[in-house]
Each structure stands twice: as C-alpha cells, then as structure tokens.
T-cell receptor, first 113, second 111 residues
Framework: DTAVSQTPKYLVTQMGNDKSIKCEQN?????MYWYKQDSKKFLKIMFS???????INETVPNRFSPKSPDKAHLNLHINSLELGDSAVYFC????????????FGPGTRLTVT | QQPVQSPQAVILREGEDAVINCSSS?????VHWYRQKHGEAPVFLMI?????EQKGHEKISASFNEKKQQSSLYLTASQLSYSGTYFC????????????FGTGTRLKVLA
C-alpha cells in the first residue's frame, strides 16, 4: 500500500491554464505539506496543514491555493499557470509538526509550455 | 535564510568517509536529515531535537550544535547506496513556525 500518493505523476500544460494536483495519505497523520523543487533541486515548503488548519503559508503567489477536505487529503490548485511554475511538486505528511519525520509522495512533475 | 550546506558536492570511493555540514543564520529548534536519490522523493534519515544530541543509523550519524546553529551528518565506510542528494530540514520556532530545507549536498560513491 502506498503511504503518500499523488496524482498525476506528470502534468504538461500551457501557460494560462488552471490545474490541480491531488495528494492522499493513508498513514493517519495529522499534518500534510506541499513542497516545490525547482530545476536547481532546491526544496521549498509552500503550505502546511495540521488537522485541516493552515499553519504554514509561505510567500507563494495567490494563484496557488491548497484545499484540505479532510485530514487524509491535501490538494493543490494552480490558476493561470506560468512558465516559472514548472517544477516537481511533492506532497508530504507527518504525525504532527516539527518533531516528526515527513513521508514524501512520489512527486508530480509539472511542465508549463 | 535558507541554511547553507557544505560541501555542495562530493565524490567518494566505496569505504571512504564523508561529513556534510548544515549552517543556519537563525536559531534552530530541530534538524532533520533526508536523502534524495535521482528521480525519487526525499527519504527521512534522522531527526535531532536537542542541542548536542547525536543520533546514529547504521553507519550514518549526525550531531546538532545549537549554539553554532549547525548540524553535521557523518557517513562512514560509504556504500554505493549512499549516493544521492542530502538535505537538512530545519525547524524554526521563533515567532511563527517555519520549516526550511538546506541547499543540498550531492554525494556520489564510486566502486
């Protein structure tokens, strides 16, 4: 059984489109995250939810909006996609904030043309 | 604000040792270490919660110097499977909660 899953694995789209990436974890964790890894391999946290409540909201464009319908899901919706949004997006989960290891999903490679 | 890791890249022969450093300009509450193989997701290695705490995992261990706002990862008798990019994840709790990954260290172990 996959602990943290993301769909789709690959996403190719044109500038200006709106797209969503879905994330689900079956570990019973309370905290979920979205990370962006750019072409230089820097990993940057975007959002974190704890029990469906937003606890980290880094400086990302308003075009990015996370949605957590329940503790097991954290989806990422992106409006008006730009070339600079091309990256690998990772979802992760942990039992709580800070003092716990994070389990990462396989990643979604987004390419904006 | 992003913790700086050194070296940026290192090449080893099997059996050699390596040290990867993670330095922050901010006071750290905890440090996590992850390894990411090419095309895969980061995988957790260990967490250090207290200043001076050292943890071990097989031949991989780490230390955390709270005063110096630094952590070091020690890889001994390296194996081919150690190849990948190593990241420190740092937790800051001064004011708002923040979690920031370091710049990464690419490590390649040759036979």
């Amino acid at each position: 059984d996959t602990a943290v899953s993301q769909t789709p694995k690959y996403l190719v789209t044109q500038m200006g489109n709106d797209k969503s990436i879905k994330c689900e974890q079956n570990l019973g964790h309370d905290t979920m995250y979205w990370y962006k890894q750019d072409s230089k391999k820097f990993l940057k946290i975007m959002f974190s939810y704890n029990n469906k409540e937003l606890i980290i909201n880094e400086t990302v464009p308003n075009r990015f909006s996370p949605k957590s319908p329940d503790k097991a899901h954290l989806n990422l919706h992106i409006n008006s996609l730009e070339l600079g949004d091309s990256a690998v997006y990772f979802c992760a989960s942990s039992p709580g904030t800070g003092d716990y290891e994070q389990y990462f999903g396989p990643g979604t490679r987004l390419t904006v043309t | 604000q992003q913790p700086v890791q050194s070296p940026q890249a290192v090449i080893l022969r099997e059996g050699e040792d390596a040290v990867i450093n993670c330095s922050s300009s901010k006071a750290l509450y905890s440090v996590h270490w992850y390894r990411q193989k090419h095309g895969e997701a980061p995988v957790f290695l260990m967490i250090l919660l207290k200043g001076g705490e050292q943890k071990g995992h097989e031949k991989i261990s780490a230390s955390f110097n709270e005063k110096k706002q630094q952590s070091s990862l020690y890889l001994t008798a390296s194996q081919l499977s150690y190849s990948g990019t190593y990241f420190c994840g740092t937790e800051l709790r001064s004011g708002t909660y923040k979690y920031i990954f370091g710049t990464g260290t690419r490590l390649k172990v040759l036979a």
